[in-house]
């Protein structure tokens, strides 16, 4: 497994409680997939949208902001962005002020978010970045999920998983 | 993707992790069509793409999976998506990007299959092929229109000696945001990465080099991920809601993956053109050894051209291997291992020495395929190209004194004895009736 890849498990195996912050409800937007699916293959998912504050979706409280689910007390290890790129900012700093002393260790902006500086203020504040990727995607790949579709995974492997 | 390992190990590895069922460390042949699903909650989850597993092998198996991967894995793409043939490779290529009332610009050099199946049948689905020569680059320009969909060549064109200026064409597809569709199969990814020369995708007739055996007929589409569907805003299919998931957005869903994904969930599921498992085993077997056979294939290519083009009844010989064929340039930069095995050579003596050459091979196969361990040989004008009016077969340079060779990997001493004989039989003057 390259250096990359290597981060990017590592990443998927410590942070697994994850803060979904634009996440929707509708069962064909593409949060609905990653949301379900991180809930299904074992991560405790914190929703976070105002338009559906209070509803319980993928087995979380859907709180309305990062501050409402920091004042929850529940640890919370990954943000997953699911905001433009121009927003996904104002997320990181929400998150480095509220969820820091809630065991925050990286930040993950979805496929077509990025914010270099944001990233930037996120790793001097101690956190790991990914940024323009899916963490379901990179779990179905690093899992050989992904090799199902004839996806090109990268991954060698002679051992018995 | 960039590769992390050789393509001597890819060939072996890429797609075929030891079976976690059994152990088992060759890809097992799964001659299965359905798949039982966990719970009904796991079979919707399938059917809406919300997870990844097998239904029905319309659309998945594992060990067409395992071709997929590899091959994906080869050309350096994010997925494969393999189908019955070549042909249907082409159909698949181009049907999440066309619609009725759509044109796609081609090259006028190809496989004479290739331009039947595009000037003849698509017009039944209300595509238009443009065809153009792709040394006229103002030409390929003037064809583009606000319906034009994308843009297709050959890497090393059939029936041989002339590689595509891949760069050029890239440049060209790029700034008219159009995806650019390569037909690698006559060089596979191990002489010709099109991805790196601007391909967004790339089509095989897995049938040919890449089994290598003549076994197995079969197609592969292989996307980059490179190409961005929204930015260029042309194929709805690909950023606009699809009615059969319940308005998904492909591209918005599946972000560089979207392209393969359709052509499962759409392409596989409603044309059906799948690949065999049994052929996907056979192609894998013949991966394994892609390397080495090309090397060879290449040495002998070399060889046999080298000698035909001294050879008293040859006219000329056109192959991008030999030094003074107008790509031989053009060949170092895109094939830098070799310009393939398949080229054509004229005949002295026209259409009827070319019949008797073919006819007087004992070596050399006379068939329609091409990419073989074995030396096959072919009379293109009467044959693969037969469809084509004078003009197309010209342009394709398939004329009436070519004959077409697709060389093995044999002991290249007996391949140019063989060639000899049947030259010398071919061209000799008939010898007068002694009174």
């Known amino acids: 497994m390259n250096k990359q890849d290597r981060k990017l498990k590592s990443i998927l195996d410590d942070c697994k409680s994850v803060a979904m912050v634009g996440v929707s409800a509708n069962v064909v937007r593409p949060s609905y997939f990653v949301g379900r699916y991180l809930s299904l293959k074992g991560y405790q998912v914190h929703p976070v949208n105002p338009v559906y504050a209070g509803q319980n979706l993928f087995g979380g409280m859907t709180c309305g902001s990062i501050e409402e689910l920091a004042a929850t007390g529940q640890e919370i290890h990954m943000v997953d962005i699911f905001r433009r790129s121009s927003e996904a900012g104002d997320v990181v700093d929400q998150a480095i002020e509220h969820l820091l002393d809630r065991g925050l260790k990286a930040i993950w902006m979805q496929i077509g978010v990025t914010d270099p500086k944001a990233a930037k203020r996120a790793k001097k504040a101690g956190l790991r970045v990914v940024m323009d990727r899916c963490p379901k995607i990179e779990y179905q790949r690093l899992t050989g999920e992904l090799s199902i579709g004839g996806f090109n995974s990268g991954v060698i492997s002679s051992k018995l998983r | ?435």
């Open chain 2, 1 to 435: 993707m960039a590769a992390e390992y050789g393509f001597d190990t890819l060939q072996i590895h890429a797609g075929a992790n030891p079976d976690p069922a059994t152990g088992a460390r060759q890809v097992p042949i799964y001659q299965n069509t359905a798949y039982v699903f966990r719970d009904a909650d796991h079979a919707a989850a399938l059917f809406n793409l919300q997870e990844l597993g097998y239904i029905y092998s319309r659309l998945t198996n594992p060990t067409v999976a395992a071709l997929q991967e590899r091959v994906a894995a080869l050309e350096g793409g994010v997925g494969a998506v393999a189908c019955s043939s070549g042909h249907a490779a082409q159909i698949m290529a181009l049907f999440p990007l066309m619609m009725p009332g759509a044109n796609f610009v081609t090259s006028n050099r190809l496989y004479g299959g290739s331009v039947t199946q595009f000037a003849q049948t698509f017009k039944r689905f209300g595509w238009e092929a443009r065809f153009v020569d792709f040394e006229d680059t103002s030409a390929i320009r003037k064809n583009i229109d606000e319906n034009t969909k994308a843009i297709f060549c050959e890497s090393i064109a059939n029936p041989g000696g002339y590689i595509t200026d891949l760069d050029k064409i890239g440049k060209i597809a790029d700034k008219a945001k159009l995806p650019l569709i390569v037909d690698n199969t006559s060089a596979t990814p191990y002489l010709c990465r099109p991805f790196e020369h601007g391909a967004t995708q790339v089509v095989h007739s897995t049938t040919k080099y890449l089994s290598g055996n003549g076994t197995s007929m079969g197609g592969i589409v292989v996307d980059s991920g490179n190409f961005d569907w929204t930015a260029s805003g042309k194929h709805p299919s690909m950023i606009e809601p699809e009615p059969a998931y319940h308005g998904l957005k492909f591209h918005e869903t599946f972000g560089p993956l979207a392209y393969t994904f359709h052509g499962i969930a759409i392409g596989l599921r409603d044309l059906g053109m799948t690949a065999a498992p049994m052929n996907a085993f056979q192609t894998l077997l013949g991966i394994e050894t892609l390397s080495l056979r090309m090397e060879k294939h290449v040495a002998n290519a070399k060889k046999v051209a080298k000698y035909l083009q001294g050879h008293k009844a040859v006219e000329y010989v056109s192959y991008a291997g030999l030094s003074d064929n107008p790509y031989a340039r053009r060949a170092k930069k895109y094939t830098p291992k070799g310009a393939g095995a398949l080229f054509t050579f004229g005949v002295k003596g026209g259409y009827d020495a070319c019949v008797k050459v073919v006819d007087n091979v004992e070596i050399f196969s006379h068939v329609a395929n091409l990419g073989d361990t074995r030396s096959l040989i072919i009379h293109s004008a009467s044959t693969t190209h037969r469809q084509l009016t004078d003009e197309q077969r010209v342009a394709a340079g398939a004329g009436p004194e070519v004959v077409r060779v697709s060389i093995g990997i044999e002991d290249p001493n007996d391949l140019i004895a063989d060639l000899d004989q049947a030259l010398t039989k071919a061209t000799a003057k008939s010898k007068r009736k002694k009174k």
